[in-house]
Every structure is written in structure tokens, then in C-alpha cells.
């Protein structure tokens, strides 16, 4: 993002993240925040991909590809951190988070 000058618009599209109920909003940017609180880690997962997936649209051809390994790279990390936070697991959640 950096290379492509993307890292302000990331910032915004962050900060612009609508309300809705049983979510807290980052009251910061996500280069502004020097520490994560456990409640803003679990909340990162659910906004993380369609924030960086809206920053990321329409790259220079030259840029496809690593955005596209950027956007690969971070829904099974997001995957994984939201399947870890379930309050119990089946064979199935703990296969699918070993994959």
C-alpha cells in the first residue's frame, strides 16, 4: 500500500466503517493506534478484508498480482482468527482452522 500511495485512503475507509449493533467502531486510524486492546483485536477480523478488499480495487497492472497475493494472504489469516474466538469446536472447526 505503501509503494502505491494507498496507506491514506486505508485510513479513511477505515475510520468510515458504519455503526451497527454489537460492533465497536475504531475510534482511531489504523496507523494512529500504538496498541491494541483485546475487544479492538477480536473486532479487527470482522472488518479487516472488506476494508483492505475497497482499498485495494482497481491496482496499476503492474501492482495485480501483489494485491491480489495481499488480499489471499489475510482472509485465511482473518478466517482463522474469527473460527479461534467460537466458545466450542467440532471436528469439522478444528480441521477447517488446521487447513
Same mark, same amino acid.
Given at each position: ?16 466503517? *458504519?455503526? =451497527?449493533?454489537? &460492533?465497536?467502531?475504531?475510534? !482511531? ?32 497492472? *503492474?501492482? =495485480?498480482?501483489? &494485491?491480489?497475493?495481499?488480499? !489471499?494472504s489475510v482472509s485465511p489469516l482473518v478466517d482463522f482468527s474469527l473460527m479461534?474466538?467460537?466458545r466450542s469446536h467440532i471436528q469439522d472447526t478444528l480441521s477447517y482452522m488446521?487447513?
Amino acid at each position: 500500500m505503501k509503494k502505491d500511495k494507498r496507506q491514506q485512503p486505508f485510513n479513511n475507509a477505515w475510520k468510515e466503517i *458504519p455503526p =451497527y449493533l454489537g &460492533f465497536s467502531l475504531p475510534k !482511531k486510524a489504523y496507523r494512529e493506534i500504538r496498541q491494541w486492546q483485546v475487544k479492538e483485536m477480536r473486532n479487527i477480523g470482522r472488518y479487516i478484508s472488506a476494508v483492505l478488499a475497497s482499498v485495494l480495487q482497481n491496482p496499476d497492472s *503492474p501492482l =495485480y498480482y501483489d &494485491f491480489q497475493t495481499a488480499l !489471499k494472504s489475510v482472509s485465511p489469516l482473518v478466517d482463522f482468527s474469527l473460527m479461534a474466538q467460537y466458545r466450542s469446536h467440532i471436528q469439522d472447526t478444528l480441521s477447517y482452522m488446521d487447513r
